[in-house]
């Protein structure tokens, strides 16, 4: 089976503009979590989605957006970028329940000049 | 709200020698799941192990061991063997079951790992 893949791998960005993160699960998986890794902060929950419905946020504000579609794939979207959203974006997937393992894929390197 | 402590910035092991890296955890819940992840300086986070909260066995796989002691709420990792492929960040990470609590995965700071000849 392929892995969870995000793209773009990585990406530059300038303050105030907006960006879209893919996500695509591993097959059969239908959960989609995100996550925000930097060196300050550490690795921080963004949302997790189910059936195209989100299922869980993390205290982020609300220029982080997400969706699923109904293929189970996932986008992240953040508005108006400043600069401490430099970070790593991780993707993780798994088949559903709260009790299965979340798989990650390779993340997304962002960075906001 | 849960929280996981790892207090290793760092550790050193010599190639073939066992290492445990320690984890602590806080959670009112009364049903979780305890995760470790690798992560090399490439950034993807590799799944290493699970154990659940019921579990009466601590959990293994191949070289890598959980010991699970609930009642000092505590899931160190063991490493046996270990090679130069494990130098990387490791990473405890805990989520409640319970679905009426904000059920997420929640991480520790992360153990770096170095191994040397």
């Known amino acids: 089976k392929a892995g969870v893949t995000q793209t773009p791998r990585y990406l530059i960005k300038t303050r105030g503009q907006q960006v879209t993160l893919s996500c695509s699960p591993i097959s059969g998986h239908r959960s989609v979590s995100w996550y925000q890794q930097t060196p300050g902060q550490g690795l921080q929950f963004l949302f997790e989605?189910?059936?195209?419905?989100?299922?869980n946020k993390g205290n982020f504000p609300g220029r982080f957006s997400g969706r699923q579609f109904s293929n189970s794939r996932s986008e992240m979207n953040v508005s108006t970028l400043e600069l401490g959203d430099s970070a790593l974006y991780l993707c993780?997937?798994?088949?559903?329940?709260?009790?299965?393992?979340?798989?990650f894929g390779p993340g997304t390197r962002l960075t906001v000049l | 709200a849960q929280k996981i402590t790892q207090t290793q910035p760092g550790m050193f092991v010599q190639e073939k020698e066992a290492v445990t890296l320690d984890c602590t955890y806080d959670?009112?819940?009364?049903?979780?799941?305890l995760f470790w992840y690798k992560q090399p300086s490439s950034g993807e986070m590799i799944f290493l192990i699970y154990?659940?909260?019921?579990?009466?066995q601590n959990a293994t796989e191949g070289r890598y061991s959980l010991n699970f002691q609930k009642a000092r709420k505590s899931a160190n990792l063991v490493i046996s063997a270990s090679q130069l492929g494990d130098s990387a960040m490791y990473f405890c990470a805990m989520r409640p079951f319970y679905t009426g609590t904000a059920s997420k995965l929640t991480f520790g700071t992360g153990t770096r790992l170095q191994v040397t000849l």
């Open positions: 989605y189910f059936s195209e419905t989100q299922r």
């Open positions: 993780a997937s798994s088949p559903g329940r709260l009790t299965d393992t979340q798989y």
């Open positions: 154990q659940g909260s019921y579990d009466q």
């Open positions: 959670t009112s819940d009364p049903s979780y799941g």
